[in-house]
């Protein structure tokens, strides 16, 4: 390329300003993926010098952070300040769980009985969501996080027809959570009724609640045999995507990987001000090697 090519097609290009590229200021990690203990968490965060880490699960057991003890939260809390970490999302399990009156496609053979306990389960948690909900955002306040992962139940035969009334549901939780100054985000969990792209970007019409985004898991779009990036990137209101998470399969193994570099460049090109973090979801006990092995990637793809 000519000199005078370079520099017209530099002039051309987007320019990207410190707080919209995307560098390693931006990684996060879920931290029951990446360590065996709190305390390993915060090790992995010094290691790779990140300063954000997503909640899920207390890594080494105790349960998920939202249903931890006010003393516990108040313990997770401390340590993530003394060691100048910031909580960037809070992966809640809410909604993961069949919708009254909905059959799931994506379950293994079960008995009547055991059929009969699955829905008596779950309608008893959906019927307690204000409550878990209050909770979720009790333990978001003193863990000093501002967004929390809500999903879309259970994937039926025919999901389309049943987003208006998840969006209802989703919505009154929604308000709720705007009394609480705390975001939804809704993900595109592949065992739910909100997977492709496509799908994310018609079902967000339904819910215009300000205090509704959207966790983006590029990879878990291909169980619906979509192209993640660059074609159901195109589809997404991008201005409702406040968090981004990595599978480690989409940047370790050779048959799922994805365009990170593109991915990354699109969002700092779209103005994307969100983390991007790291769920490894590796589950043949190799877990904490391949977070490992996954944040070496990661970076050497920022670095590159």
Not at 17 to 29: L, N, P, V
Not at 141 to 169: C, Y
Not at 211 to 224: F, K, R, Y
């Amino acid at each position: 390329m000519l000199r005078r090519e370079f520099l017209t097609s530099l002039a051309a290009a987007p320019l990207l300003t410190a707080k919209s590229r995307i560098d390693r200021t931006r990684i996060s990690f879920i931290s029951d993926e990446a360590a065996a203990s709190p305390a390993d968490s915060v090790a992995f965060a010094k290691q790779y010098g990140l300063k954000w880490v997503e909640l899920r699960d207390v890594p080494g057991g105790g349960g998920h952070y939202m249903r931890q003890s006010e003393e516990k939260l108040k313990e997770s809390a401390k340590l993530f300040h003394d060691n100048g970490i910031q909580v960037s999302f809070l992966n809640s399990p809410m909604f993961k769980i069949t919708l009254p009156g909905s059959e799931p496609v994506f379950r293994k053979p079960e008995t009547a009985d055991a059929r009969e306990k699955r829905l008596a389960k779950h309608k008893l948690e959906y019927d307690r969501r204000k409550e878990d909900f209050q909770q979720a955002f009790h333990a978001a306040h003193v863990l000093g996080v501002d967004k929390i992962r809500v999903f879309t139940f259970l994937r039926t035969a025919e999901p389309a027809k049943l987003n208006q009334q998840i969006a209802d549901v989703i919505g009154e939780m929604a308000e709720m959570a705007g009394k609480e100054r705390i975001k939804l985000l809704v993900e595109n969990e592949s065992a739910c009724n909100v997977v492709s792209c496509a799908e994310v970007a018609t079902f967000m019409k339904m819910v215009p609640e300000k205090t509704v985004g959207i966790n983006w898991d590029p990879l878990n779009g291909t169980s619906q045999k979509e192209l993640p990036y660059p074609d159901g990137y195109k589809l997404l209101p991008i201005k409702r995507v406040l968090n981004v998470q990595m599978k480690g399969h989409s940047l370790l193994d050779p048959e799922k990987k994805l365009d990170w570099a593109g991915i990354f460049q699109s969002l700092a090109s779209d103005g994307y001000k969100g983390e991007i973090g790291l769920e490894t979801h590796y589950f043949d006990g190799t877990k904490i090697d391949k977070s490992h092995a996954s944040m070496r990637e990661i970076f050497r793809i920022l670095e590159s």
